[in-house]
Structure formats: structure tokens, C-alpha cells
């Protein structure tokens, strides 16, 4: 079974400063997508950038972006000049292809709290 | 366009009462999921729905636990005779097709007391 790891409970960042967050999973597949989700206090689940297996550069978002690394099993992600609105929990996420027969539903990690200071 | 809506927001019931979970996921998505978050959790599977093809039920904990979606939008989870550990954030998603995101809706908080 798919298997997603966040190892940082928690981390903070000063505002204006660089943060990288941690994951890291386990699968026998060779081709599935990976996810990284922000949840803020409204509880509300938001997309803030994917990456699919099949594809060597890493996606970037704007201030975020991903270092993928399919040999590792790893997919951190780095947010730049962090903003207090990027305070929340964030959940790294992998997700079978549904053309592979699974009902491609996410399996997630725990989640890293980021609080970000003024 | 209006998101993926939940309801109850937060809902409070006694040990062994039944309660039911409503989800409208967003116009036109084929695909509707049903997530729990645990306190501290991540969140877990219980439950996919895919057009009018038979749901994936192997996320759900118990037979307590069910769910159905009717004329393939709106969907009601339903858990009976709720225990403590039932208490959590219960979250729908809904996704257009492959290979598209699921888009999440504000959760319900269930607290069994």
C-alpha cells in the first residue's frame, strides 16, 4: 500500500524568508501524481501545486515549488518569500491513476503545521 | 462557480444517536469523495463515487458507516449508533474527470459526546 511521510510536525519561518517542507513516500508504481495541499483554520482543503510522476522538471507555482525526486521517493516543497497568509497546515498528498484500475483516491501524510513571523 | 458545499457545519450529537452528512459537490463533477480528519490526522479515505459505477467502500472503518449519492450529484454519509471515536472533520470532494484535482468543501465538525 501507498504510504505518504511528513517528518516536520511543525515548522515557522520569518516573513519574507524561505522554507522548504519535507515528504517523502512509498510506492511500487511508476506512474501517479503528487500533490501539495494547504489547509488554513477555515478547514478549507486548497490546491497549491502538482506533479506528475511521468515528468523530470519540477512544478512551480508562482512563489511555490516542488523538488521532485522519483528515484528518492521525495517531493518537498519550497515556499518564497513567505507571506502570513501562507500560515496553515500543510498535507502532501499521492494519488494512484485511475487508468491503473485503482479508484485514484489521495493518501495523505499527516501534515506540517507553518507559521510564518512578522 | 459555487464550490463543493457541506452540511451540517458542525454537529453535535450523543453517544449511540445516528447522524447524517450532506455533501453538494460542484455542477457537473462525476467523481465525489469522502475523506475523515482525525484530530492531529491526516486526512483518510472512506468512500468514492464515479458516475453510476459501484463505490469504493474499502475506506470505511465499520458497517456504521454509509453513504449513497443520489442521481449522481448530491451524497449523505451516514453514520449509525456514533461512538466517541467518530469525533472529526469530515470532508467531501468532488473532481470533474481524469486527470483533474479534487476540489475540496469546508468540512463538517462532528463531536460525539
Known amino acids: 500500500a501507498q504510504t505518504v511521510t511528513q517528518s516536520q510536525p511543525e515548522m515557522s519561518v520569518q516573513e519574507a524568508e524561505t522554507v522548504t517542507l519535507s515528504c517523502t513516500y512509498d510506492?511500487?508504481?511508476?506512474?501517479?501524481?503528487l500533490f501539495w495541499y494547504k489547509q488554513p483554520p477555515s478547514r478549507q482543503m486548497i490546491l497549491v501545486i502538482r506533479?506528475?510522476?511521468?515528468?523530470?522538471q519540477n512544478a512551480t507555482e508562482n512563489r511555490f515549488s516542488v523538488n521532485f525526486q522519483k528515484a528518492a521517493k521525495s517531493f518537498s516543497l519550497k515556499i518564497s518569500d513567505s507571506q502570513l497568509g501562507d500560515a496553515a497546515m500543510y498535507f502532501c498528498a499521492y494519488r494512484t491513476p485511475e487508468t491503473q484500475g485503482g479508484s485514484e483516491k489521495l493518501v495523505f501524510g499527516k501534515g506540517t503545521k507553518l507559521t510564518v513571523n512578522p | 462557480g459555487a464550490g463543493v458545499s457541506q452540511s451540517p457545519s458542525n454537529k453535535v450529537t450523543e453517544k449511540g444517536k445516528d447522524v447524517e452528512l450532506r455533501c453538494d459537490p460542484i455542477s457537473g463533477h462525476t467523481a465525489l469523495y469522502w475523506y475523515r480528519q482525525s484530530l492531529g490526522q491526516g486526512l483518510e479515505f472512506l468512500i468514492y463515487?464515479?458516475?453510476?459505477?459501484?463505490?469504493?467502500k474499502s475506506g470505511l472503518p465499520s458497517d456504521r458507516f454509509s453513504a449513497e449519492r443520489t442521481g449522481g450529484s448530491v451524497s449523505t454519509l451516514t453514520i449509525q449508533r456514533t461512538q466517541q471515536e467518530d469525533s472529526a472533520v469530515y470532508l467531501c470532494?468532488?473532481?470533474?474527470?481524469?486527470?483533474?484535482?479534487?476540489?475540496f468543501g469546508p468540512g463538517t465538525r462532528l463531536t460525539v459526546t
Open positions: 463515487f464515479q458516475g453510476n459505477s459501484a463505490p469504493d
Open positions: 470532494a468532488s473532481k470533474q474527470g481524469i486527470p483533474y484535482e479534487q476540489y
Open positions: 506533479q506528475e510522476a511521468y515528468k523530470q
Open positions: 510506492t511500487s508504481e511508476s506512474d501517479y501524481y
